[in-house]
């Protein structure tokens, strides 16, 4: 079963290569905008989710379009198959847009049903089933590849994929959605819930996918009063000390192989309920990994309360992982992926690590 993940901080290190768009590169952007343009017409009431496990990108987004849509004179509620982490209750102060399971009062229809920052069913969990026929019209707006050869993902008829692949957050996508849309202008509460967007899902502007618009939207929206060493504080600096101490334990514990080249971290569930770790806890410790002057690949395993093994894997931008993670059955951008298999623990460390081995090894020999 491939269950939702936390790739979505993911990326790599590296020197921006973006290039400035040509003429019909925005005009395809813009012919993809225009279809969630008539998906909306004649809206007015408007569920928005996000994935399991929900990160910056996904939630200021929501926080984004919601608010964008409500001063539109349109109807809209989020509802996200896990609850708010603490470290984005800045979005949503009042504790009444940005919700989950068990926290919303859901309609019995609604028009449009806007799935962002995926374009996989199975990472709304019970959502799918739930909602999936009583939105007239479905509409996932992401940023990651199109699961074209997954045989388990089925879309109904009324269901509508608008891919922006070249945006580096799904806040970006949304600037240029909102240019399309033109039905009201951005203010402040827009603004922050996109430039949360840009800025995690970046890394704070650091990975190979940040692009010069995602600089120039961060520019625009602290100019419209928002302020980016608050939020910088609220996602970044929100610890307690049992975290320090778990990321201690963490890596004192960094496991290496294939000379060196893949680097990984295992947590098991006795672990995390030791230290009380949420998901959302262990996203960052990955990060770390990328550290390591020799490793290419760094990967993070992690026990779910199911017994299933979450992976999450990260390139720092020579070796593509998300084959492998497909191959698993999971996904994700080209060098941040994951996959959660039905396995033990140290299986689960060995079938990844052994095909993580012997993909390093071919790029070694024949450069692919
Ligand atoms: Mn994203």
Redesign the pocket.
Known sequence: MYLPLFF?EGGVFGLSTKVVKTKSESLSKSKEFQKFKLALEGAKRVLVSTHALP?G??LGAEAALCHYLKRARKACRVYNPDPLPKRYKFLDPKGNMLLGPGEVELWDTCDLWVIV?TNDPRRLGKLWAELSLRAKKIVFLD??QELTSVPEVVYPPHALLVVDPDSS??GESLYHLFSELNLTKINKDVALGLYVSVMT?TNSFRYSRTTALAHQIAGEMIELGVNPEEIYQAIYSSKEVSHLKLLGHMLQNVKVGANAKVAWLEMDLELRKKHQASADDTQSFLNLLLLLKDSEVVCFFREEDDGSVRVSLKSKGKIPISKVAMEFGGGGHEFAAGVALNMPLDRTVEALIKRIDALIDSYEKFGK
């Open positions: 979505s990160d990108d996904g920052d940023h990651h957050s799904i899902d």
